[in-house]
C-alpha cells in the first residue's frame, strides 16, 4: 500500500521533473490511467482514511491534469516549478 501510494505521488511529480521533456505534452498522458490502476491498492490496504486536506488537493491536481490532457495542453511544468519553489529556503 505505501509503495502504491508513493508511485501515485511520484506519477503526479512528473510533468514538474528536469528528466521529463518540456513544454511536458498532457495529449498522450497516460499518468490518471497508471494512478488509477493503483487505486484499488491504495483502498484495499489502508488501516483510516487520509486526511480530508489530502483528498482536496488530490481532487485538485487530478483535475488540472485532467482538464489540460482534454485540452492537448503543452506546458512548462518544469519551469512553473522552479518559478514557485525555486527559490525556497528551509528555516
Not at 4 to 12: N, R, V
Not at 16 to 34: D, G, L, V, W
Not at 56 to 75: H, P
Request: net charge positive.
Amino acid at each position: 500500500m505505501v509503495n502504491a501510494h508513493l508511485d501515485s505521488l511520484m506519477l503526479l511529480g512528473r510533468p514538474f521533473s528536469k528528466a521529463s521533456a518540456q513544454p511536458f505534452s498532457f495529449a498522450s498522458n497516460e499518468i490518471p490511467t497508471a494512478i488509477r490502476a493503483l487505486i484499488p491498492v491504495m483502498l484495499e490496504n489502508r488501516l483510516t482514511p487520509p486526511p480530508k486536506e489530502t483528498y482536496s488537493l488530490n481532487r485538485k491536481l487530478s483535475g488540472a491534469m485532467l482538464l489540460c490532457g482534454r485540452l492537448k495542453a503543452e506546458v512548462h511544468c518544469h519551469s512553473v516549478w522552479e518559478e514557485v519553489v525555486g527559490n525556497y529556503k528551509l528555516g
